[in-house]
């Protein structure tokens, strides 16, 4: 009798968000330390969580519970220079900001901008959202204050944190996302205490 192994069939992930240009909001900036780079063993950077909000994409979690704003997150390196994807995403947020002078990211937080998005397939098969052409939303012109169009008002609160100033806002961190920053040379020399290594998911990756 030959032993026979069949396939595992796998359901494909679903993407967060649909392709298009979205309206988003800056919800969470997050220091997550020196991170090694998915793409280059052996080379470390100073990595950003930034989390955004998109109110006109909802989604149901449970059926007791009403409709929600996605958040979807990424990561970037702590660099604002002209053509960082970090200063990209301040620019789109306030465009009269400079990549000469330092950035407080706090001072973001709550800023709607446009993103567009597009659908890109993993090498584990999964379709991902990848996010491009961050861009800032016009203004009315005959109040440079307001926007063209009403923007939903912010559903989840803003929340910043830095190893700097731990443990700051640490308890508003979700569980994995402290297994990340713990696992960074940065926070083991704030905290005095190493511990291990954290992953981080390719497809949350900014391309």
Sequence with gaps: MSLQIQPTEQKAKEP????????????????LGRQESKF?????????????????ITKQWAEDEPA???????????????????????????????HTKAQDLEAFLGLPFQVHVTHAVSKKGNTYVKLKDFSAIPRNPSNPKKYRFNIPEQFNDSVAYSIKAHPRNWDKLQDWLQEIIAGSTTFQEKTGQPQPDAILDDDDLLQ
């Design 16 to 31: 967060k968000l649909p392709e298009g240009t979205h309206i988003a909001r800056f919800i969470q900036a997050v220091d």
């Design 40 to 56: 280059t063993k052996g080379e470390f950077n100073n990595m950003i969580r930034l989390t955004f909000e998109f109110p006109e």
């Design 68 to 98: 929600k704003p996605v958040v979807y997150g990424i990561e970037v390196t702590s660099c604002i220079s002209e053509g960082s994807n970090l200063f990209k995403v301040l620019k789109a947020c306030d465009d009269t900001i400079t």
